[in-house]
């Protein structure tokens, strides 16, 4: 393992990344984002992350120390208006760009354009949900030979990305969600004020939601619970938010709807300045609808020995299916069945923490952070020094036809 890291280190030395994180939200994707480019920090590569100004990302990769380069306007992804980006396409030649590692399917294919001729420079894709177009016309094929990786976070996608992009298997990987796993021995007293015997049960708002319908769900399906108790214990349903309250323009409309449901003695606003002690609180996590497909904190909740009802989709039935009764699922705003959910896996805890216990080595060998750095550094060391190898021979085929 020494050797192997010894050799990537060398490929990678003083090699410039450019990471494409041209996103306003904060979710799994730009979480990932910035988990990427602090691993190509961390192990001697030149991380530049091109991103909007002023978004979440930019500032959470500013506080860690990485270089930020601002994208000006609008990013264009219609053929027609590609020219637009020329910035871009000089910043990659003016930076002396190494490699580019892209996070947007709609972004990837500009990128391919401009850099279609520069043997040099390596093109990485991370596609965290299914694709649903197919890019496999003459218009996009060879396009799509430009891309020398996809990873994905979930084993079953690889047939949706072959099918959709035709990319072949061998460029594509399987390298998980890159989750923590954080354990805190001692459980502290709850920080959340309520008294008496009560199931504690956390969700996540990321801070730049811009309504509070995704929340219909759960608030629908929490207000009968509390109606109905469990085990003669009461509940506290913990919101927390990766911005502070205060910053949050839905604040108000949120507490507002809380004190009309009359769950105020049930919901915690709350601001985590470390996600792992307030797992250790949890009895189970609730996954809310997202974008994609599976939330990393579902994944670090698992890791961190706490249940999860999660929305139903490939990847979370994936993740049943390799561990068994460690989680449950939901249809997407269905407020009874998530309450059903919750019921069971409550009324069952122990069943599904034993089952969590006998799986950590799974989901650590699947979605740990060691073995996701290890799987990205090789790819990277991997993809750079067989361009390395095209580029010489197509210098050494040039001189041959000269002489």
């Known amino acids: 393992m020494t050797t192997e890291k010894e050799n990537y280190s060398r490929e990678l030395e003083n090699k410039k990344f450019l990471f494409i994180g041209l996103s306003d939200r904060w979710g799994t994707k730009e979480r990932g984002i910035l988990r990427d480019c602090l691993i190509a920090k961390n192990n001697g590569i030149k991380a530049y992350l091109y991103c909007h100004k002023k978004s979440f990302l930019s500032e959470k990769a500013k ?35 190494d490699l580019i590692h892209c996070y947007n399917i709609k972004i990837l294919w500009p990128i391919a354009f401009f850099i279609r001729r520069r043997l040099n420079i390596s093109l990485v894709l991370t596609q965290g949900n299914e694709v649903q177009k197919f890019y496999r ?45 954080e354990k805190v021995e001692d459980r502290k007293p709850s920080p959340f004020g309520f008294s008496g015997e009560r199931w504690c049960i956390g969700t996540n708002l990321s801070g730049l939601e811009t309504n509070t319908n ?36 839905l604040t108000d409309e949120l507490k507002r709807a809380v004190t009309d449901r009359g769950l105020e003695q049930n919901i915690a606003f709350y601001r985590p300045t470390n996600f792992a002690e307030c797992l250790e609180q949890m009895d189970l996590w609730i996954g809310l609808s997202r974008r994609e497909d599976l939330e990393d904190y579902s994944v670090q909740s698992l890791l961190s020995g706490v249940p999860v009802v ?17 989680a449950e699922t939901y249809k997407r705003d269905d407020s009874r069945e998530l309450r ?11 069943t599904y923490k034993s089952s969590l216990n006998k799986g950590m080595e799974t989901i650590l060998e699947s979605h740990g952070q060691d073995v996701y750095q290890t799987k990205l550094l090789e790819t990277y060391a991997k993809i750079i020094k067989k361009r390395d190898r095209l580029l010489k021979r197509k210098v050494r085929l040039r001189g041959l036809k000269k002489s």
């Open 214 to 249: 995704f929340l219909n769900t759960l608030f629908n399906s929490f207000q009968v619970l509390t109606q109905k108790g469990l085990d003669e214990k009461n509940y506290t349903l913990v919101l927390m938010c990766e911005r502070e309250w205060s910053d949050f323009p």
């Open 137 to 181: 016309n003459l218009y996009y094929k060879p396009l799509s030979s430009r891309i020398d990786q996809v990873l994905l976070p979930m084993n079953e996608m690889v047939e949706n990305i072959w099918g959709h992009l035709g990319v072949p298997p061998r460029k594509i990987k399987f390298v998980g969600m890159g989750c923590a796993q």
């Open 63 to 97: 506080a860690q120390g990485i270089e930020v380069i601002y994208h000006k306007g609008k990013f264009y992804t219609k053929f027609v208006q590609w020219y637009k980006l020329r910035a871009l396409k000089k910043l990659i030649v003016d930076l002396d760009i």
């Open 340 to 350: 059903e959910k919750v019921e069971k896996l409550l009324l069952n805890l122990d």
């Open 310 to 326: 999660m929305p139903r989709s490939a990847a979370s039935m994936e993740i049943i299916s390799e561990l068994g009764t460690v």
